[in-house]
């Protein structure tokens, strides 16, 4: 075609061949020399899937802390389904310590790769629902006018490259109370634990930033993708946990009523109905309870005080955020927060007779007198390394997170807001 190239000879020919694939290699070695790995995103609890109304490239993860759930945590690892309090101190080791957050419109960063060729279909299972785009946008944009008393979790993410549900949990779901009554069978099988699919450069670290529902709170933090068991694609979880007993075994209440909290943010008019749960260690039966209190909404009012013990959970958060940095928390009412968790830990424990005025709750308010003298006392505050190094709140949290939190395990569905899980 070039005459050039037929005046050349062989030798020039080989030359130039070797030439040409010397580039070849050099441009192909380049993308190469940080092949992409897949990571995941595991989320656990009632969460709603929607399309993240400001950016089409992302999703928005959407919960509501009802009254025996949250509040959420974000950490990292694959452990999702099996988290328990006492984790707290192994991140702490692990030099990340913040775990849990309040409600509020949170986003997770990080940069993707290109998703392979091969991408497995998606096989999400979640309730799907159609609302209007603009019901979104008001959920996740305007706190102060939709809903404004409700409280709210966001979480935006970019959009994976596929999913898949790990766990999955039967339900009742219809438009009536009596299409519930006359179902037969154990119900639909929906998704309660969705796993998200990405494929990133190695060493990519995700950021989390966000603010608390009631601004009193900002998050900055830096949450790297891990695995705990060997050959698990590295992980971060996002867990809405329920507590670990107090749901009434007849109609699952917990579930119900974290269904009806969604049903109504969404304005759905659905009603939900769930199996009853084995005594002994809270799995679901196949058997449902025909109680009308069981369709639709029912509320048991659990043991301890989950309210304050998440109450409790953000108070330390702030206190430690005023240990760390006194001079960017010097807003904080120091002596108000404490005499807060005194009496929250008072509502948590003196409910039940067995707790009141007992060794337990002495020795958490033992550490609330602690961090009375290490965040008030003048000489204390003064050597500020010491205040820094002093561990505040340690069995407390752990106590505390009991109530608070449980290991996740709430079978009400998670939620497709117009097939945003395919």
């Not at 000879?9 to 070695?29: D, N």
């Amino acid at each position: 075609m070039y005459e050039g190239w037929e005046e050349t000879t062989v030798t020039e020919k080989i030359h130039l061949r070797l030439i040409m694939l010397s580039f070849a290699l050099v441009f192909c070695a380049v993308p190469g020399l940080a092949q992409s790995q897949e990571v995941q995103v595991l989320v656990n609890g009632p969460w709603t899937f929607a399309q993240d109304p400001d950016d089409s490239s992302r999703v928005v993860l959407i919960a509501l802390p009802a009254d025996h759930h949250g509040p959420v945590l974000i950490f990292p690892g694959e452990d999702a389904s099996n988290y328990v309090p006492q984790a707290h101190s192994a991140h702490r080791a692990a030099g990340y310590t913040r775990p849990s957050y309040p409600a509020g419109r949170y986003a997770l960063e990080f940069s993707k790769a290109d998703c392979p060729a091969n991408t497995p279909p998606s096989d999400g299972g979640a309730l799907p629902i159609s609302v209007k785009p603009d019901l979104i946008k008001q959920i996740v944009n305007n706190r102060g006018s939709y809903h404004p008393n409700t409280s709210r979790y966001s979480v935006s993410l970019p959009a994976p490259c596929y999913y898949t549900h790990l766990n999955q949990s039967y339900s009742r779901i219809a438009s009536t109370p009596g299409a519930i009554a006359s179902m037969q069978g154990p119900g639909t099988l929906y998704t309660v634990l969705m796993v998200l699919h990405y494929f990133v450069k190695p060493t990519v670290r995700a950021n989390l930033t966000g603010e608390a529902y009631d601004e009193t709170m900002e998050y900055n933090d830096t949450i790297p993708f891990a695995a705990k068991t060997a050959g698990h694609a590295p992980a971060i979880s996002i867990v809405m946990p329920s507590p670990q007993s107090g749901s009434s075994t007849d109609c699952d209440s917990h579930s119900l009523e974290s269904f009806v909290a969604m049903n109504d943010l969404l304005r759905t008019d659905l009603y939900g109905q769930f199996p009853e749960l084995d005594k002994n260690n809270g799995h679901q039966l196949s058997t449902y309870n025909q109680d009308p209190k069981c369709i639709g909404h029912y509320l048991l009012d659990g043991a301890g005080d989950p309210e304050a013990a998440r109450d409790v959970l953000v108070r330390i958060a702030q206190l430690r955020s005023y240990q760390a940095n006194p001079g960017a928390w010097k807003w904080l009412p120091i002596e108000r927060v404490l005499d807060e968790i005194t009496a929250n830990l008072k509502a948590i424990y003196g409910r039940d007779k067995q707790f009141e005025d007992t060794k337990p709750l002495m020795e958490l308010l033992g550490e609330v007198k602690l961090a009375r003298k290490v965040l008030l006392d003048k000489n204390m505050t003064s050597a500020h390394d010491t205040m820094q190094r002093t561990p505040l709140f340690v069995r407390t949290e752990s106590e505390v997170s009991a109530t608070a939190v449980g290991t996740g395990d709430c079978h009400a569905p998670q939620v497709s807001i117009n097939r945003a899980v395919p």
